[in-house]
């Protein structure tokens, strides 16, 4: 599975993709937030923890830079759902050339050194597109590309990093399984009666 480092930035590449990018989601239409909104969003999609603490200015310019990010992201987890994994490696590819992604070691305020990649003059938007972009390649390139998934729910295109030991999942979240169980439900109580 994954490292704790890589698994948190998979975690922000999910978040990204499903706040920043239009679809479905739970059923519904979806439209990813536009202006001050999507500040809001890249806020609330990458905590205020470790390296996303540090330079964090998201105004406008950089959240506008991250839906771009996000939606790129969105095609490698797309692309991994239809078996498409020389696609997913291209688009990944691309992702890592576009953030500069660069592996290096930073220690902060007399902590221990952490592997970020991105430099330390890097604004936040090139440095969480960075860090999601490498940890997309390790996932595609180490094996576990089967682990990124895009939900199988009716009406939802939400993505998701499976971390089940049995690699079964198929939902974004519970909302959604149990969406398509009760459905499944329904229906079979219909053909039967």
Known sequence: MFDSHVAVLLDHAVALVNALTDGEARGRDYLAPRGPERVAAVDAAVPHTGTAALARAIDTEQADRLAVTARSMREVFRAV??????????????????????????????????????????????????????????????????????????????????????????????ACQNRTKAATFRARRNAAG
């Open 81 to 174: 759902q239809e078996g498409r994994v020389d696609a997913a490696a291209e688009v990944v590819n691309d992702l890592l050339r576009d953030t500069a992604a660069r592996p290096r070691l930073d220690r902060a305020g007399g902590e221990d050194w952490n592997l970020h990649f991105h430099g330390p003059d890097d604004s936040f938007a090139a440095g969480v597109g960075a860090g999601c972009a490498t940890a997309l390649a390790l996932a595609v390139g180490g094996g576990l590309a089967s682990r990124l998934g895009v939900c199988q729910a009716h009406r939802c295109d939400r993505v998701y990093v499976d971390n089940s030991r049995n690699a079964a999942r198929q939902f974004c979240s519970t």
